[in-house]
């Protein structure tokens, strides 16, 4: 490859391999449970998960399902036969020494979803069984292996080399977790290794062949897909541009150091021996099977999406709710609480104040003892004008606490001072203290107005209904 002139005419060419543990109760070709996060070490295992001889695959249902639906919300095609092939390779992590995975039958192919308006392809969609875990205890001369995780049901899924920067990567990543989210597919949380990603990466000037790869594996954040992302285009692009070439390596990041580094050099498919799957049937997966499935379908990213603007939500909140899994839910629980409240109203608090405070304390909404109930009827004693919202605002620390809002405000005997006297008197005080403006309103300025509606607000301490003191106002002015 020729020298580039400057990083600038550089452009970034990005593949992302993504691994999404389903959400099945056993295991993928087994009966043992995959309820193991947190549990004691090789107590989730049974004879197959340990590559005990003898021991032959049965495959779990649910998992062709889910990977079936979630083929389908990616537009591929998943038709005809699917097949199991082994692919072999001897590690203590993988007791029977192979990897049952699926080869040139893969369950779903040829999909795409849109990124910001471009479209990224999805090359396939494959099921296969996790390995165990090992670990180099710091200075320790062994390492431990835990077999928990073997045969969890895995999907992997492939894209295109249609990714443009670290960015869309990242955005790729937050609407894949979305829609395996929404779907039930996955719970696909990475911090838990449910969303694995292993990023390949290249530069070229457009125009001309895509440069050398490299891949960089086992990502377990968006952020350090942004940041590894990152590190190797600058990196190729330095190398390029001081007349070097890229060899096509296998690297890990180390996330404390923000860099990348050689773990090997790339196997070829040979290496594999991939071979069909002798203790396993293929799988004809017929129309009816899909048709069975795509009516299970909950709603997808995208039409939450529209759904949400149709009913009045900002385009850039809708575009961030609909890919927040947790937040639509909590959302649209809301909702059914109470219909009538403004998906704006709703979304306000909960991009906001409701934000904030779990931002501040490190919480998910999830976790939190907010009701989706509650915050309904905070939102709604505002809007029907029962409390203020800076009286609201001032329950909220209690409702995130699990407090009921309605009961708060029956408790302490709080709402907006609606006895018309109080208002009545404060706002002869406010146009007694300012003759000009009343002048002026009389003399058709209404604007003028604005400058005796404060100072009644003020007096009455944020206790007034805004409505209520508008209405006293207007009248008292003879408007
Ligand atoms: P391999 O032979 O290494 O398995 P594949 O062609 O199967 O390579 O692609 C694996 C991943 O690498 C895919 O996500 C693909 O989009 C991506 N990819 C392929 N070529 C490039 C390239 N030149 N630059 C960046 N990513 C690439
Ligand atoms: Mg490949």
């Not at 090359?123 to 045969?151: C, F, I, Q, V, W």
């Not at 996955?186 to 390949?200: F, H, I, K, L, Y």
């Not at 203790?279 to 990213?301: H, K, N, S």
């Amino acid at each position: 490859m020729s020298v580039p002139a400057s990083p600038t005419d550089l452009q970034a060419v990005i593949g992302l391999e993504v691994h999404l543990h389903l959400n099945t109760r056993t295991k993928i070709f087994s009966a043992a449970s995959t309820d193991y996060f947190g549990q004691e070490p090789n107590t989730f295992t049974d004879p197959l998960t340990l590559g005990l001889p003898g021991t032959l695959p049965t495959l779990n249902a649910r998992a062709v399902d889910l990977a079936i639906m979630f083929g389908l919300a990616l537009g591929c095609d998943v038709s005809g036969f699917t097949q199991f092939h082994r692919k072999n390779y001897f590690y203590p992590d993988a007791p029977k020494n192979f990897q049952l995975s699926q080869y040139d039958r893969p369950i779903a192919r040829n999909g795409a979803v849109m990124v910001d308006g471009e479209r990224i392809g999805i090359t396939r969609a494959h099921l296969e069984d996790d390995a165990g875990k090992l670990m180099h205890p710091l200075y320790a001369p062994y390492s431990l292996l835990d077999l928990n995780r073997a045969g969890m049901p895995l999907i992997e899924m492939v894209t295109e080399p249609e990714l443009r920067s670290p960015e869309q990567a990242r955005k790729f990543l937050t609407l894949i977790r979305a829609v395996a989210q929404s779907l039930g597919v996955s719970e696909a949380n990475p911090e838990e290794g449910q969303m694995r990603c292993d990023v390949n990466v290249s530069v070229h000037r457009p125009g001309t062949p895509f440069g050398t790869k490299v891949e960089v594996k086992n990502l377990n954040s968006f952020r350090s897909v942004q940041r590894a992302l990152e590190y190797e285009i600058a990196r190729q692009t330095r190398v390029l541009q001081a007349g070097g070439t890229i060899t096509q390596d296998t690297m890990g990041w180390d996330d404390g150091g923000g860099r990348t580094f050689v773990m090997r050099t790339k196997e070829g498919e040979a290496d594999y021996r991939y071979f069909p799957e002798p203790d396993l049937p293929p799988l004809d997966i017929t129309p009816e099977w899909i048709e069975r499935v795509r009516a299970q379908m909950p709603e997808l990213p995208d039409r939450k999406r529209e759904r949400y603007v149709a009913a009045g939500l900002r385009e850039a909140d809708a575009d961030a709710i609909s890919v927040d899994v947790p937040q639509s839910r909590f959302l649209d629980a809301a909702l059914r609480h109470d219909p009538k409240l403004h998906v704006q109203k709703l979304a306000n608090w909960l991009l906001t104040d409701v934000a904030g405070w779990l931002a501040a304390r490190e919480q998910s909404l999830t976790a939190s003892h907010l009701t989706p109930e509650h915050l309904a009827s905070l939102v709604g004693l505002v809007e029907a004008g029962g409390i203020s919202g800076k009286m609201a605002k001032d329950l909220l620390p209690e409702v995130m606490e699990g407090a009921d809002p309605a009961a708060l405000v029956q408790e302490r005997g709080l709402s907006v001072v609606t006895d018309t006297a109080a208002i009545e008197a404060a706002v002869d005080a406010a146009m007694a203290a300012n003759p000009a403006a009343v002048e002026q309103v009389r003399a058709g300025n209404l604007k003028a107005a604005n400058a005796l509606f404060g100072p009644v607000m003020k007096a009455m301490n944020g206790q007034a209904g805004p409505d209520v003191v508008r209405q006293v106002l207007n009248a008292r002015l003879g408007l």
